[in-house]
């Protein structure tokens, strides 16, 4: 099977949430030696964006979400040992992320957390409903280089602001870039409060975090 296809089976294992056809097509790229970033790209992360777009036009429900994050996790599980030495010669950086206080929502920022996993970041994912402190206390422990926050509803979007002011108090502001994303948030809300980044799509949350370390996707 041509990369091409290959590409064009995992957008469909992954919209299908089909776990078996997404385990079915790693286990093909690892076999035939293929470069799995691609395939992660412009397969595996391509269709998890299109199932975002399904379930925010309330075509598809919260179970076939999950299935569909579970098809991405279990491929890119299967796929991350057998990308290029080269690729990924060193630790780009340490990143923090979370969903803040009083926010249960959780597959973005999972599959964001997998994505700066698979190219080469140490990852320190705290789940979702984090208290502000814990961030700050997981920053500080690992030395990171990056907090990440994700806040699907407007109501907790505060949470982010909550994040910056906390990061200034605790006198690390400096040290670490502060990213924010999550489906109520946007680039105005993200200058408001003073995040150094915003990613609306997880590529470019990717992207922005090599961009952090002065590094730019292969």
């Known amino acids: 099977m041509s990369t091409e296809n290959l590409i064009s089976e995992a957008i469909r294992s992954i919209v299908d949430g089909d776990e078996d056809a997404a385990t079915k ?8 030696g293929i470069n799995p970033i691609g395939v992660i790209n412009d397969g595996f992360a391509q269709g998890m964006i299109k199932v975002g777009d399904l379930f925010a036009r309330e075509e598809y429900s919260l179970p076939e979400v999950l299935l569909s994050a579970d098809a991405m996790q279990k491929a890119i599980d299967l796929l991350a040992p057998h990308i290029p030495g080269e690729e990924l010669e060193k630790k780009l950086g340490t990143v923090v992320i979370g969903t803040v206080l009083g926010d249960i929502h959780d597959i973005g920022k999972r599959i964001v957390a997998t994505m700066l996993e698979v190219y080469g970041f140490e990852v320190h994912d705290l789940g979702r409903d984090v208290p502000i402190e814990r961030f700050i206390e997981k920053t500080k422990e690992v030395n990171a280089d990056i907090v ?5 509803m407007t109501t907790t979007m505060v949470g982010q602001k909550e994040l910056e002011e906390a990061l200034q108090e605790a006198g690390i502001r400096e040290k670490v870039k502060l990213m924010v994303g999550g489906a109520a948030v946007t680039q105005d809300w993200a200058d408001q409060i003073g995040a150094d980044g915003y990613a609306e799509e997880v590529t470019e949350a990717v992207e922005k975090a090599r961009e952090f370390m002065s590094l730019s996707l292969p």
Not at 25 to 32: D, G, K, M
Not at 148 to 152: E, I, M
């Open 148 to 152: 990440a926050a994700s806040a699907l």
């Open 25 to 32: 097509i790693a286990n093909t790229v690892i076999a035939e």
